[in-house]
């Protein structure tokens, strides 16, 4: 089984005490959000055309489904055009040379319980 890299580009802790990517990002409300459930993440073609979005729940989408309006972590831009794979976007969109996780989510006893590896895949909840 996989497991998480010591360190992570970008790192949340739970703000409560599941395990789960959405408790680590509470959801705003207020003029123009309604509400939504944004994006942890998204990687842009130029132009600004969303082509894969992580959800409020850290489900990785390549093709993009659904991206919202905003994300909780950022916008990251591809040069790549056409369909490349999730791999091919997240080594293009982010400058990683030591392979570190992309995101980390961690528990409050300081445990990883959801991580978004370099490749762009996830693992745990």
Do not use: C, K
């Not at 990517?21 to 003029?31: D, E, I, K, L």
């Not at 993440?41 to 894969?52: K, M, P, R, T």
């Amino acid at each position: 089984m996989a497991s998480a890299t010591p360190t992570a580009m970008y790192s949340q802790n739970s703000s409560q005490s599941g395990t789960t990517v959405a408790g680590a990002f509470p959801q705003t409300t207020g003029q123009g959000v309604g509400g939504l459930n944004l994006d942890l993440l998204q990687i842009v073609q130029e132009g600004g055309n969303v082509i894969l979005n992580v959800d409020s729940n850290g489900t990785v989408h390549n093709p993009a489904v659904s991206p919202t309006n905003g994300t909780r972590i950022g916008q990251f831009l591809t040069t790549l055009t056409g369909s490349p794979s999730t791999a091919n976007l997240f080594a293009n969109a982010f400058a990683n040379l030591s392979q570190l996780d992309i995101l980390q989510v961690v528990n409050e006893g300081g445990n990883v319980h959801y991580w978004l590896d370099f490749l762009g895949v996830a693992h745990g909840s």
